[in-house]
């Protein structure tokens, strides 16, 4: 961003950890790394998750035993994410978009081609700022070792274009640690949602 532009108008990256990086950081992208906080989902007495919280499902996203550990692990520690296992991370960066860029997060191939997914539902909208939760997957046939602090993944960055996004309020608030998040259901989900079965179709 140029250096001319207001604070609020800037993309923040805290910490850059090497001035190094400076000189690796592509025309569209930069690496983030994992953080300390991790969520490891554990299999408790609910037998699904239902992020709809529709009334004829038990509400699995209130079990704590469903939402799983948070557990805070020292830079180097190594995690074992095994076959079929999914962990919730964030970044150690703590990133604001102005209202000009959104982003979207995507693994790095040295891990990929070893199995290890890195998602977060995708897009970084426009306003968003905080650290950004990370989910974690294993789709290969072995454990894959993760620690934090490894550069598991990069924030790619498009500019927003045509559209005004200054002074409205920023769509996601700030965080610090890995989130589950709630489901917050729109006006045309309630409608289509929110509908008893009628009685001769229970």
């Known amino acids: 961003m140029r250096p001319d532009q207001p604070l609020g108008e800037r993309l923040v990256v805290e910490p850059f ?4 990086d400076l000189f690796k950081v592509s025309p569209a992208s930069i690496d983030v790394h994992l953080g300390n906080r991790f969520v490891f989902l554990r299999r408790g007495r609910s037998v699904l998750q239902d992020p709809l919280q529709l009334s004829h ?12 550990t948070e557990v805070f692990l020292p830079f180097g520690t190594p995690v074992f ?4 296992q999914l962990v919730l991370g964030h970044t150690l960066e703590w990133i604001r978009l102005p209202s000009t860029l959104t ?3 995507d693994g790095r191939s040295i891990w990929g081609r070893r199995g290890l997914i ?18 974690l997957a ?20 498009d500019e927003v274009t045509g559209t ?6 920023p769509p996601f608030g700030v965080g610090n640690k ?25």
Do not use: M
Not at 17 to 20: H, K, M
Not at 118 to 135: H, K, M
Not at 179 to 198: C, H, I, W
């Open 57 to 68: 499902y038990p509400s699995a996203s209130d079990d704590p035993e469903a939402q799983g």
């Open 103 to 105: 982003a979207h997060v």
């Open 17 to 20: 950890l090497d001035e190094d």
């Open 178 to 202: 890995p989130s589950f998040g709630r489901y917050k259901k729109s006006r045309l989900e309630r409608a289509l949602l929110d509908q008893s079965v009628p009685n001769d179709r229970k």
């Open 81 to 84: 994410l095994h076959p079929g």
């Open 164 to 169: 005004d996004l200054r002074g409205r309020r």
């Open 138 to 157: 294993n789709a290969g046939e072995v454990a894959v070792v993760i620690s934090p602090g490894a550069a598991v993944a990069q924030l790619v960055f």
């Open 118 to 135: 890195v998602v977060t539902a995708s897009a970084v909208q426009p306003g968003s700022a905080g650290t950004i939760t990370l989910e």
